[in-house]
């Protein structure tokens, strides 16, 4: 192997180690963040400490050399409320128009129809989206849709998160440019192909974070309403006592009854006739024949 196919090696060795620390890095969560906010602490520390040797020992002077905290946070809102509407399609076509003067827009919408006997009401859920500096706004006039059962929202500060991610993909860029040149550089096979696998590697995982970051600025950017509609369930009407019924009246349901009581007796007839000629046909021969029999003796006698 010759020294400049040498070098390459030794340097993608280097670049690859360099990519698993910042990995390892980038990978972390809140909790690692919190490292990393310990190690700028120490350096502007020590940056404060080296401004205080190098000065004219004036105390009151301050020093510009410590970074600027990071003012925009990045938050993810969501919010669910629960209303009980007195038309469900009317109110699910409200919400809908008030999604779209804000903006926004419905991502999700789901509705289920009860019924019990002649009465019906329907049940649905609907999911909005909408840009966050409106969600407040937004939120407030769900409200007013209906009578509200239950609301409740929720923020998620996804900050670090966000630092970690765009630091990884600018430590993976850099990394990439730095295997292009190599790439460029290279003249062994071996080397080429080593070149080529790890590249292949590094865009991947760039394709993976960009994926990652680009969900979480939409959900940072679009806040999530979930709205639970409900009609109320229609109640059936008590029976009426029979002792508030009027005296004409059940003297003329008396009366139809009697008559539906006389139809099923003759209906009940008509059904039973072959059943009882069938059966007592037998029992009628055999009265005759005793009946004539007992004739014939008493005459004999």
């Given amino acids: 192997m010759t020294r400049r196919s040498e070098a390459i090696t030794v340097l993608l060795v280097a670049l690859v180690l360099l990519a698993g620390c910042s990995g390892a890095g980038g990978g972390t969560d809140a909790g ?42 990045s938050i993810i809102r969501t919010g669910t409320v629960e209303l009980r509407v007195d038309n469900y399609e009317r109110s699910r076509s409200n919400l809908t128009a008030l999604v779209a003067s804000q903006g ?12 019990s006997g002649a009465a019906a009401w329907t049940e649905g859920r609907v999911v909005l989206r909408v840009p966050a500096e409106n969600f407040s706004t937004t939120m407030d006039a769900i409200e007013r849709e209906g009578e509200v059962r239950a609301s409740r929202t929720a923020t998620q500060d996804v900050t670090e998160q966000v630092v970690d991610l765009e630091a990884r993909l600018e430590n993976l860029r850099a990394e990439r440019e730095r295997l292009r040149t190599l790439y460029q550089q290279a003249n062994d096979t071996e080397d080429v192909l080593a070149v080529e696998r ?31 509609l409900t009609e109320p369930r229609p109640d059936r009407p008590a029976p009426d006592q029979w002792y508030d019924t009027p005296v004409v009246a059940a003297f003329l349901e008396s009366v139809e009854g009697v008559g539906v009581a006389l139809r099923a007796v003759v209906v009940a007839g008509a059904y039973a006739a072959p059943y009882l000629f069938v059966f007592l046909s037998p029992f009628a021969v055999v009265g005759g024949l005793l009946y004539r029999y007992r004739r014939r003796i008493l005459g004999s006698s």
């Fill in 32 to 73: 690692g963040g919190g490292d990393s906010g310990l190690t700028q602490a120490s350096m502007a520390e020590e940056r404060a400490s080296g401004a205080a040797a190098s000065g004219d020992g004036d105390r009151g002077e301050r020093t510009d050399d410590a970074a600027p905290a990071r003012t925009d946070r």
């Fill in 198 to 228: 790890r590249l292949s590697e590094v865009q991947t995982e760039i394709e993976r974070t960009e994926a990652e970051l680009q969900n979480i600025q939409r959900q940072v950017a679009y806040s999530t309403v979930t709205v639970e």
């Fill in 104 to 115: 926004g827009y419905v991502g999700e919408s789901t509705h289920q129809v009860h019924e």
